[in-house]
Each structure stands twice: as structure tokens, then as C-alpha cells.
């Protein structure tokens, strides 16, 4: 028997009934994308000065200073997209946590829960994340970040109007968003008023 399987009289953190999840409020989805973004890119930003670095010093060292300015010099532009795609791969692995959900629901008390109501499996969470990375990186690649940032914001936005508060994504990848943070909607006790 190990700690996470308990004794048999509680049960096992994955296996918590449906009735304690219940819907983010729509607070608690935004923040949590806000969040999940925020750290996806910074990781990003990180893992592209790191990865650019190297890059620009191989481009300068390869770059023949007897060619002229028609001549191509350094390294294949094709480098910088296999970059661009390792960077975007460093991003998914940090945007799912490797698999175990999203930083911002982790940090905001959510879970993501398959439709049975016990937790997301870590292919699924990947998963998740991935529609979301490659899509992002389709159109990089393609040359219309900014096409890219509208489309993922499409495909979140109908998570603010549901009201089990699921995007396309959750929706495609079957994963149904869940908080366990406290409500905040309750009485105080008649003494704990002055």
C-alpha cells in the first residue's frame, strides 16, 4: 500500500467524487490563463535569448568576411525555424508542467477532470497543451504571429460564456476545468459579526 492509495476509508486523490468540483468562476479561469501565459512566455523568452545566443555566435563565426553583400553567408535560415520549433517544444513541456496541468491551475486551485469527473490523465493535459503550442507555432512559422495570438484567444474565449467553463480545446481533448478553492458566498457567524 503506498501513501497516495490511503487506508480504503478515504478515497484516493484522483478519484475525488464529482460534487466537490465544481465550475472556476470566470476570476479564476482569466487568472489562471493570465497566469499559465505570463510563465509559458517568459520560459519561452528565456529558452529563445539562451538558445539565440548560441545561434548568433555559430551565424557570425560561419559568415565568410570576404563575401559580399549578395552573397549568403552563416547559417541556413532553416536553422533558425528548427529553433523556433525546439523553443516551442521547451514551451509545451512548461505550459502542461509535464503533463500534470497548467501552471496557472495549479496555482489558482483548479483541476482539470476528465468527463467522468476524476483527474485529466497526463496525456490528455499534454494534449491540451499541445493544440494550443502548435497552433501558436503553425502560424509563427508561417510568418502570422498575430493571427496566431486571435485564433487562441477564439479558442479559449467560449470558456468565459459556458457554464461549465470549457474552451474548444477542453472541449476537442475532453477535459472539463474544476476549482477547489473555498467560496467565498458564505455567512458569517452571527458572533463574527460586530
Known sequence: MTLWEGDGTAPAPDDRPRSVAQPP???ELVLSALLTLV???GVGLIATILLGAVLVF???A???PTADYQTQTGLPPIVFQVALVAILLIVWLVACRLGHGTPGDAIMS???LDPEGHRA???TNLGRAALYVVVFGVLSLLGRPGL???VLILLWAPALVRRDRRSLVDLVVGVVPSSTAARRD???HPWARG
Open 25 to 27: 468562476s470566470r476570476r
Open 39 to 41: 510563465v509559458s512566455a
Open 58 to 60: 555559430f551565424d557570425i
Open 62 to 64: 560561419n559568415t565568410d
Open 110 to 112: 483548479m483541476l482539470a
Open 121 to 123: 490523465d497526463r496525456r
Open 148 to 150: 496566431a495570438a486571435v
Open 186 to 188: 458564505a455567512q458569517p
